[in-house]
Every structure is written in C-alpha cells, then in structure tokens.
C-alpha cells in the first residue's frame, strides 16, 4: 500500500502514520472470534484464530491485486484521487458509467460524454489525466461546498477532503451520538464510539479510562490470587497496586 502512494514528482512514498493493518486486522479478529462463538454453539468445541495483518492489508486491495497477475497499462493518473476545487479538493466516485455521466452533465460539460478519448472505459483510463485536466477547469471555478453542491444533484458521490477536527463537528456524528466523553486523571476528552449499533444492546464507550494499577486488586482477585497473594507481588515489583 505504501508502495502504491508515490505520487508524480514524489521520490519516495508519501508518510502515512494512520494504523491501517493493525485496525482493519483487529476487524477480521473480531468477525473472526464471533464466527468461532457461532461454531462452538453447533459443535460445543473452540478452536484456535490466526489472523495475518499481511493477508488483511492484502484484502484491502482487491483491484490491485489482480492488476499485479496481468500485464495492466496503469492510467496516466489514478482513476480515484482528488480533484482541485476553488478552495481545497473533493473526490468524486466515479465508479460506474452513469456516475461518469453525471460528472461530465456537473461540469456542464455532456459532450465529454462522447468524446473519443472517454467514451469508451478502456480508452477513458488511459486518458484519464486528461479528463481530470478537463474538469479542473471547471472545478476550480467554484468553492469545495458548491462543487458538491453541483455533484450531488447529478447523483455523483463525492466527499470533501477536511481535516480531522473538521470532521469530528460533521453533524452525522452529532445524530448518531458516535462520541462518548471519557475521564481520565488528565481530564475529559472525546473517544469514538464501536462504529456499529446493536438494536438490543448497549455499544458504548465506558465513560472513564482507569490509571496505571487501579484495577489490579479486582482483576487478579477475579483471577483467584489470595489477598496476601496478591500483597506479595506487589511487595516484590511484580504487579503495581493502586489504592
């Protein structure tokens, strides 16, 4: 993946410090470990889970994948990438034949359409640096909201690029309540929820995070270790203990 981020004029791959294989990997462990719990309910028997972060990066990249078995000519720039606007950049999902279409009657531009260069697939990947030249001329015209605006109404998904911060005020989150404020010995500060909602269950963040050994005691209680079990590690380093 981070091979496939060189950009024109880059010599080497752009920095990219998101936790892609160890999230996504604890997603597959995670469906992984509900479909043993489903198995041992019919066999009555567990099982051992291996998951690789390896094979789970690899999942991410389907189309790739296929491309790297077959002689592929790559298009002059990808066909998924950002297109300038007045004020930023927007990406648009330009997934099938009717969303290019949509794209083309946005820019007010419908003989794109017919155009030799994108009228056919085929011939509209390898001119697709072409098409997005094309467009940028019109897309630098407006602002990021009105090219969406513009996008929306000709049924072409496209989202603003917006940073973090930006994106934590998006009232979508708001509505699904996808923040929880937790507490710790630093303060409060906001945590993501599960991205999921469960009809019949509780999914939240619990609202405070505890410091270093104040659980201890309960969790090697729970665990079976005596009392004075218990003191001794703590007298001899080996667990910290926090009253």
């Given at each position: 993946?981070a091979?496939?981020a060189?950009q024109?004029?880059?010599d080497?791959?752009?920095?990219?410090?998101?936790?892609?294989?160890?999230?996504?990997?604890?997603?597959?462990?995670?469906?992984?470990?509900?479909?043993?719990?489903a198995?041992?309910?019919?066999t009555?028997?567990?099982q051992?889970?291996?998951?690789?972060?390896?094979?789970?990066m690899?999942?991410?990249m389907?189309?790739?994948?296929?491309?790297?078995?077959?002689?592929?000519?790559?298009?002059?720039?990808?066909?998924?990438?950002?297109?300038?606007?007045?004020?930023?950049?927007?990406m648009?999902?330009v997934?099938?034949?009717?969303?290019?279409?949509?794209?083309c009657q946005a820019?007010?531009?419908?003989?794109?359409?017919q155009?030799?260069?994108?009228?056919?697939?085929?011939?509209?990947r390898?001119?697709?640096?072409?098409?997005?030249?094309?467009?940028?001329?019109?897309?630098?015209?407006?602002?990021?909201?009105?090219?969406?605006?513009a996008?929306?109404?000709?049924?072409?998904?496209?989202?603003?690029?917006?940073?973090?911060?930006?994106?934590?005020d998006?009232?979508?989150?708001?509505?699904?309540?996808a923040l929880?404020?937790?507490?710790?010995?630093?303060?409060?500060?906001?945590?993501?929820?599960p991205?999921?909602?469960?009809?019949?269950?509780?999914?939240?963040?619990?609202?405070?995070?505890?410091?270093?050994?104040?659980q201890?005691?309960?969790?090697l209680?729970?665990?079976?270790?005596?009392?004075?079990?218990?003191?001794?590690?703590?007298?001899?380093?080996?667990?910290?203990?926090?009253?």
């Open positions: 993946m091979h496939m060189y024109p004029d880059r080497r791959p752009d920095n990219c410090g998101i936790y892609i294989a160890d999230i996504v990997s604890g997603t597959y462990a995670f469906g992984a470990i509900m479909a043993a719990l198995q041992r309910h019919l009555g028997l567990g051992h889970i291996d998951v690789s972060m390896l094979e789970t690899l999942s991410l389907t189309s790739e994948v296929q491309a790297a078995q077959f002689p592929v000519v790559p298009p002059g720039r990808p066909m998924f990438g950002p297109v300038r606007t007045k004020d930023g950049f927007i648009p999902a997934a099938s034949e009717k969303t290019f279409q949509g794209i820019a007010g531009h419908p003989e794109w359409i155009d030799p260069r994108f009228a056919l697939y085929p011939d509209r390898g001119h697709w640096a072409a098409f997005i030249d094309l467009l940028e001329t019109w897309s630098t015209t407006l602002t990021t909201t009105a090219c969406q605006s996008f929306d109404a000709a049924g072409v998904p496209s989202s603003p690029y917006r940073t973090v911060k930006e994106v934590l998006d009232p979508q989150l708001a509505h699904r309540r929880s404020s937790v507490k710790d010995e630093g303060g409060r500060f906001n945590v993501l929820n991205p999921f909602r469960l009809s019949g269950a509780h999914v939240r963040v619990a609202p405070f995070a505890a410091a270093l050994g104040e201890t005691r309960e969790i209680e729970l665990a079976g270790y005596a009392t004075e079990e218990i003191e001794k590690m703590s007298a001899d380093g080996i667990v910290g203990l926090r009253e």
